[in-house]
């Protein structure tokens, strides 16, 4: 069983277009996470969520909206696309202190906007 | 934020043991090290952390200084799936939430 799971695996779409990537994790974490690796393979946190509620967001641009359901998902929608948002984003999870806690990532989404 | 310094690359044989440095010389005193790697077309896989004493695991040992500025991972047998970016990062406390930042890792090529 797939411990992170992220849909769709690749996506690629136009400029403005709005499209949204799915996660969910089978670990029984109460943490989700969002992050973005780009060309230069940096990987940036973006949003951190800890039992539906927002912990972290790293100066991400509005047009990016996580949303949790339950603890078990978390989804990534983008409005007005950009070129720039080109990139392969990853979902984790973990328990609720890293620290201690291992993050398990998602096998990522490569988005590309044309 | 507390940083890491990582050789942009490394070579190893195959069933050679493998030292990867890792320099972070402004941790603080709560900040644990983490090591992380990332095998082509997939996402992170944690390795191994510590805080003070000298971790072992399935995977790895990592070997923190006394100071605590470095700390080094060691795989003991290098294998062509090791082949991989290893990155080594420390956990960072913003108010009551802690959060992992990845700098550009080390990439490790084995060579068979």
């Known amino acids: 069983d797939t411990a992170v799971s992220q849909t769709p695996k690749y996506l690629v779409t136009q400029m403005g277009n709005d499209k949204s990537i799915k996660c969910e994790q089978n670990?029984?974490?109460?943490?989700m996470y969002w992050y973005k690796q780009d060309s230069k393979k940096f990987l940036k946190i973006m949003f951190s969520?800890?039992?539906?509620?927002?912990?972290i967001n790293e100066t991400v641009p509005n047009r990016f909206s996580p949303k949790s359901p339950d603890k078990a998902h978390l989804n990534l929608h983008i409005n007005s696309l950009e070129l720039g948002d080109s990139a392969v984003y990853f979902c984790?999870?973990?328990?609720?202190?890293?620290?201690?806690?291992?993050?398990?990532f998602g096998n990522g989404t490569r988005l590309t906007v044309t | 934020d507390a940083k890491t310094t990582q050789p942009n690359s490394m070579e190893s044989n195959e069933e050679e043991p493998v030292h990867l440095p890792c320099n972070h010389s402004t941790i603080s005193g709560t900040d644990y090290i983490h090591w992380y790697r990332q095998l082509p077309s997939q996402g992170p896989e944690y390795v191994i952390h510590g805080l003070t004493s000298n971790v072992n695991n399935r995977m790895a040992s990592l070997a923190i200084a006394e100071d605590r500025k470095s700390s080094t991972l060691i795989l003991h047998r290098a294998t062509l799936r090791d082949a991989a970016v290893y990155y080594c990062i420390l956990s960072q406390r913003g108010g009551s939430n802690y959060k992992l930042t990845f700098g550009k890792g080390t990439l490790l090529t084995v060579n068979p």
């Open positions: 969520y800890n039992n539906k509620e927002l912990i």
């Open positions: 670990l029984g974490h109460d943490t």
């Open positions: 984790a999870s973990s328990q609720p202190v890293p620290i201690n806690s291992p993050l398990h």
